[in-house]
């Protein structure tokens, strides 16, 4: 079921496509986060997860501490985000303070975690995010849990849930916030549009190589990959040089979820998008299958993962998603009343 948002009318200042996208994302909004989120990180201790074959996933568990815990909610951040990205900790803090226990997990190589696995990071290894969430659900007792993504972190959640099944994940609920559903599209919105966002993450995956070239000179002491200009064009020679892929076509199309690729779905799933993505566009998402189990919400305004509300910089997508996870836990009250204030 598809249903437009047409309520959500952010101030005059903040309905461009592109404040949204940057200042959800910027130092002045990371200020207000770190203070929102003392409560999140006062307590978060860090886990190690199982990835199989040796792999390992690194994250942080918030609990209550009185034992009055709502449920657990697993958070994926975007490409190149991490656990301490703003709309993580902001996500994680608005959880966390309604009584929901918080883990938020690292991709391979993000954060600080290049050290733990040999391999390179890429989109198609959602196979040890799988066993990793298997784990954790392990140790917190096999209890139904929720999964919340943003952008490919929301891609992945939507792939986690059409394996839950199979895996023996008992995952109740995913909420999904401007998941890249057609990679290949995604990767043509950013070189037609403007240059900004291409470079932005060009800039961030060179760091990120770096240290991993750092962490295991003898594996990667000798390339400079991050040399090379695109993203397409790096795309390319990692995913064919160190993923096995016959080329970037051939990789995006494994962790695609165009078309009927969710169909197979049995998991309560809400997508939140905006018209006006610059990087992941909307028309994606009216050829997603029409099917119970998946709710498509569409804004008018909020960029990429953006949805900012105010000049507080809070968020819909923040809103959404505690009520969605309130639903989830059978508390329809209390739901509806996060969505009033």
Not at 13 to 18: A, F, I, K, V
Not at 74 to 85: A, F, I, K, Q, R
Not at 128 to 143: H, K, S
Request: proline fraction near 4%.
């Amino acid at each position: 079921m598809t249903d437009r948002l047409e309520t959500f009318l952010p101030p005059p200042g903040l309905r461009s496509r592109h404040a949204q996208s940057l200042l959800s994302s910027s130092p002045i909004r990371r200020r207000l986060v770190r203070r929102r989120s003392e409560s999140l990180r006062a307590v978060e201790e860090a886990w190690e997860l199982n990835g199989g074959d040796d792999i390992r996933l690194e994250g942080f568990h918030s609990a209550q501490r009185d034992g009055r815990e709502r449920g657990l909610v697993v958070l994926l951040h975007g490409w190149e985000g991490s656990v301490n990205s703003n709309y993580i900790l902001s996500n994680g803090a608005r959880l966390f303070d309604a009584g929901f226990n918080v883990f938020r997990l690292n991709f391979r190589d993000h954060g600080e975690t290049h050290h733990l696995n040999s391999g390179i990071f890429h989109s198609c290894r959602l196979d040890e995010v799988v066993l990793a969430l298997r784990d954790l659900q392990a140790r917190i007792g096999e209890r139904p849990w929720c999964l919340a993504g943003y952008s490919l972190g929301g891609n992945f959640a939507l792939r986690v849930a059409l394996q839950a099944g199979r895996a023996g994940l008992r995952l109740q609920q995913v909420f999904s916030v401007c998941p890249v559903i057609d990679p290949a599209r995604a990767m043509l919105a950013m070189e037609q549009g403007i240059r900004f966002y291409e470079r932005y993450f060009e800039h961030k995956w060179s760091r990120s190589l770096r240290i991993k070239q750092a962490c295991f000179p003898d594996l990667y002491g000798d390339e400079d990959w991050h040399r090379i200009r695109g993203l397409r064009a790096r795309t390319h020679y990692l995913a064919t040089r160190y993923a096995g892929f016959a080329d970037e076509i051939a990789y995006f199309d494994g962790y695609s979820i165009a078309g009927d690729r969710l169909a197979p779905l049995k998991v309560p799933a809400t997508i939140l998008t905006s018209a006006d993505d610059p990087v992941v566009p909307v028309d994606d998402f009216a050829r997603l299958p029409e099917i119970p189990w998946l709710e498509v919400l569409v804004t008018k305004y909020g960029g990429h993962c953006g949805f900012l509300k105010n000049w507080k910089l809070e968020s819909l997508a923040e809103d959404l998603l505690l009520e969605r996870m309130l639903r989830a836990t059978g508390e329809a009250e209390a739901a509806g009343r996060s969505l009033a204030s």
